[in-house]
């Protein structure tokens, strides 16, 4: 089994949060890296949807993980060995979120100067993380279909700060009560400008187009 | 539609969470009243499985329930039209959890002395409400197979406090890569104790059991 480098991650001293954010996305910017920071549930499907990204990406461009974990070190290993991309691990030590300065601690332990994007896996939930920037270029997140197409009207946040919505796990559709127009106008109710994405990441359906929304981001943000 | 009570919920001022937990334990105590905090991720089925429970059990003690969302009040007024008992909705405001003094000005608004048990739908996080002891009698999670049998190896706090773990739709596990039995091996590593039901609210297979585990909780804790 590889071994990632697992960083523990310590609690803010930063006072102001959305500056310290603001400020690490300018030096992104002077670095030419893109940050992703991808966002949803417990098993809606992050790990997967990432590798089947990376795969799709690695040779287009240079891309570098951070798994934000409480305690395992699992998905870090997973996305290492299915993608052969760099992948660490950020232990939270129990902490729901990340912030800028969270993430920035993350961040001096991936080889920037080698990688155009970097794909920071936030901790699992709806509730939290949307409260703190972290500095990314963009938000993601994943809603699976067994979680139900009403979660843009209970987690407003959330759905009102993402750029784009994966809505994960269509190939179970027939098995669940899930209403892809409704969700769909669900999200423009936070949202209007947020795009939607539905996919398969088990199968690959879909991915592509993820995949291609994300390129032309990090191009757009390298320019 | 039905009209629920809609309370909004303060940040607690309370410095000592453990301390009014225990208060508010041996008030519950004093006054005959269970109560159960239900904890899961956002779309496992809290909701489902409560009507079906509380159908199951409100001929033979008398039940209120608080749901607890972000922002709206979709869950209470489900409950009270499919169950007829009372329900009132309680507004955290953005906070990602309910402590032992929220708790209390939920349970403020409930006919205390018309119920024996009182269900607390916590906010849909596996991490945060794990954090902070309500007051309840007993906790109760519901973890549904769609989110996958690793979860207690990834939010370790949630299972090693619940007495019970719920698994819930197990009517789609042919169309998922779930193992039964390495999930009730991880829950256990976390907590030996806990009692853990596989159901299927949708179809009501398994309820009778989770029913029963409640209705024995109850008759225990009035002796």
């Known amino acids: 089994m590889e071994n990632v480098k697992i960083i523990e991650i310590k609690k803010s001293v ?29 098993g809606s499907g992050k790990t997967t949807t990432l590798i089947q990204t990376i795969n ?7 891309i570098a993980v951070m798994e934000a974990d409480i305690d395992s070190d699992v998905d870090a290993i997973k996305i290492k060995e299915a993608t052969g991309v760099e992948s660490i691990q950020l232990h939270t030590g129990g902490m729901c979120h990340l912030d800028a300065e969270m993430t920035k601690q993350g961040l001096n332990n991936v080889s920037m100067e080698q990688a155009d994007l970097v794909i920071l ?4 939930n709806l509730v ?3 409260e703190f920037d972290t500095g990314a270029v963009k938000n993601a997140m994943i809603l699976s279909v067994p979680e139900g197409h009403d979660k843009p009207l209970k987690y407003p946040l959330m759905f009102s700060i993402c750029d784009v919505v994966v809505i994960n796990k269509i190939d179970v559709l027939p098995y669940f009560d899930f209403d892809m127009e409704k969700c769909k106008e669900y999200i423009h109710m ?8 539905p996919i398969c990441a088990k ?9 291609e929304w994300l390129l032309n981001e990090v191009s757009e943000w390298k320019r």
Chains 1, 2 share one sequence.
């Open 203 to 211: 199968t690959g359906e879909g991915v592509d187009v993820f995949a």
């Open 121 to 124: 896996e936030n901790v699992g």
């Open 56 to 62: 799709r990406l690695k040779d287009k461009i240079r």
């Open 14 to 42: 930063f006072e102001n949060n959305d500056r310290a954010a603001d400020e690490l996305r300018g030096e992104l910017k002077n670095r030419g890296v893109f940050l992703l920071n991808l966002m949803s549930s417990p």
């Open 190 to 197: 936070r949202n209007p400008k947020a795009t939607v994405i």
């Open 128 to 130: 939290c993380p949307a």
